[in-house]
């Protein structure tokens, strides 16, 4: 890997605090909205939406960098004041996409973050004023650029003086035309193991479909990803741009339901939505379900155990001491009481010790059976 100076991983990885967002740290961030602001009650719905789903940062693009001169190419500054109205009613952070130099001086006060897009990645003299100002980037991985080439562009903005680079990957072009792009999802493992800073992964533009998204987001935060941008829109059939990518906004509420779990299970967290009471529940209800299928994993680990202890060894204190011990300390990291812990685990303990007598003595009894052969008396 070429000259990483500034992006190259040191002893610490980078979070970005953002007006009360924290990027790259234990929490997921989610940030969502259309592809194009097209209207004030669109962006109105949209942000009502990703507040509801969880999201804490709203997205929509006023200047597009379109692939043809003659599709829709954004609503500039009128597109600006909706977004920005919008993520405000809403207590969201706000974030759109900058082309060049007076695109950048028109939404560099306004905006909580600025992306540069795909087709910009490597417009050096964009990277380089991105780097005079004083909020944080997001830097879209570009369509046919290898990851060195990516983190380069992030060194461009990096050396410029602005630290606070967000790494995005978009999916990139390869011979599979099943998909708009290919989401290269080691990308975001590799560039979190070259790199401090924090990766965030983008389905919509990788995936170019919608029947896509809920799937590649979870896998993104499996890879390590520590955030998703997501194009949803109020109503995709009628979106001026990337409509068939879009989550409908119910898909997207959803969607962020189901990201808590698979959060947990990479040790981050991502708390879905102020939610109403019906989601709420929803949410409960997942969890509970997660409780019980991973409390009857943990029964046939322990249950596999008892093959391998004596009788009188079923129940080893010691050891239940020292589970406890971690586990308290973890309670008390995540702001739970302690004493919960310690009374699910001791019914935890002790149903898994009579589990393990019972199938220890099954076990037996299936040895001295052996010894007459069904058939003989
Ligand atoms: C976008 O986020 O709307 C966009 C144009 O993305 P990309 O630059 O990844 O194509
Ligand atoms: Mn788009």
Redesign the pocket.
């Known amino acids: 890997m070429k000259d990483l100076r500034l992006a190259g991983l040191n002893s610490e990885r980078s979070t970005i605090e953002v007006n009360g967002v924290t990027i790259g740290g234990k929490e997921i961030i989610l940030i969502g909205g259309p592809?194009?602001v097209e209207s004030s009650i669109q962006m109105s719905q949209a942000a009502e939406t990703v507040k509801r789903a969880g999201g804490k940062i709203l997205?929509g693009?006023v200047f597009?960098?379109r692939t043809s001169p003659y599709s829709f190419q954004g609503l500039g500054q009128e597109g600006l004041n909706y977004l920005v109205q919008a993520a405000k009613e809403q207590g969201l952070l706000c974030v759109t996409?900058v082309t060049d130099a007076p695109s950048l001086d028109l939404v560099v006060d306004k905006v909580d973050i600025i992306?540069i897009?795909?087709?910009n990645m490597q417009n050096f003299e964009l990277l380089k004023l991105a780097g005079k100002i004083n909020k944080p980037i997001i830097l879209?991985r570009g369509?046919s650029a290898t990851i060195e080439e990516w983190l380069l562009a992030a060194e461009y903005i990096l050396a410029a003086g602005n630290p606070h680079v967000i790494l995005?990957e978009?999916g990139i072009r390869t011979f599979e035309p099943s998909t708009r792009n290919t989401l290269d999802l080691s990308a975001v493992v590799v560039a979190k193991e070259l790199s401090h800073l924090p990766v965030i992964v983008?389905p919509s533009?990788a995936a170019g479909r919608r029947d896509l998204i809920s799937s590649l987001s979870k896998a993104a935060l499996a890879a390590g990803a520590d955030g998703l941008?997501i194009?949803m829109h109020p109503n995709p059939i009628e979106a001026v741009s990337?409509g068939p990518q879009s989550l409908y906004p119910e898909e997207f509420v959803q969607l962020a339901r189901e990201l808590g779990v698979v959060a947990e299970s990479v040790k981050r967290v991502f708390l879905g939505g102020e939610g109403n009471l019906e989601s709420l529940r929803t949410s409960i209800n997942d969890i509970d379900q997660s409780i019980i299928e991973l409390l009857a994993a943990r029964m046939q680990l322990v249950n596999k155990l008892s093959s391998q202890k004596r009788l009188d060894r079923v129940k080893d204190a010691s050891r239940e001491k020292e589970i406890i011990q971690r586990l308290v300390n973890l309670a008390t990291d995540l702001q739970l009481p302690s004493e919960l812990v310690k009374r699910i685990y001791s019914l935890i303990f002790e149903f898994g010790v009579q589990s393990q007598i019972k199938s220890r003595l099954a076990q037996e009894k299936k040895l001295d059976l052996s010894f007459y052969p069904t058939g003989s008396k």
């Open positions: 592809c194009a997205r693009g597009k960098p996409e992306q897009g795909a087709r879209k369509l995005c978009r983008d533009h941008l194009e990337d």
